[in-house]
């Protein structure tokens, strides 16, 4: 094995532990809460089907954390981060008003 190719292995490996640490430690993330002052202010529902539609009428039936741009888990994740909630993870079938739907 050459230098390059064991260089790229070893780069390899380590980036993928890197990620898998990274995952882990974010999947022990704490959960945003509904009454988290960001949260609040955003009407944010761990359950989107509740959300208060006379306040935040921007929501539409299918909206949902796990198709919101915002949203950094995987589609099939329960719970993954959202950039609006740094270090904290959503629920995919939440909904906040900042919702944007993934293209
Ligand atoms: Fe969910 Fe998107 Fe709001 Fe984040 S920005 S809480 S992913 S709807």
């Known amino acids: 094995m050459n230098a390059t190719r064991r ?5 390899s490996v380590g980036m993928a532990s890197a ?9 022990d993330a704490p959960k945003v ?16 089907t509740t959300v208060d539609k006379a306040k935040f009428p921007r929501y539409a039936a299918g ?8 949203f950094q888990g995987k ?8 950039l609006m909630f740094s270090g ?4 995919s079938k939440g909904w906040c008003n900042a919702y944007n739907k993934k293209a």
């Open 75 to 82: 589609p099939t994740d329960a719970f993954g981060g959202c």
């Open 19 to 27: 990620l898998a640490v990274s995952r882990t430690a974010f999947a």
């Open 33 to 48: 809460s509904e009454t988290d002052p960001t949260a609040s202010a955003l009407g944010y529902k761990a359950d989107g």
């Open 63 to 70: 909206e949902a954390c796990g198709n919101c741009s915002l």
């Open 88 to 91: 904290k993870q959503v629920s």
């Open 7 to 11: 260089t790229f292995l070893i780069s």
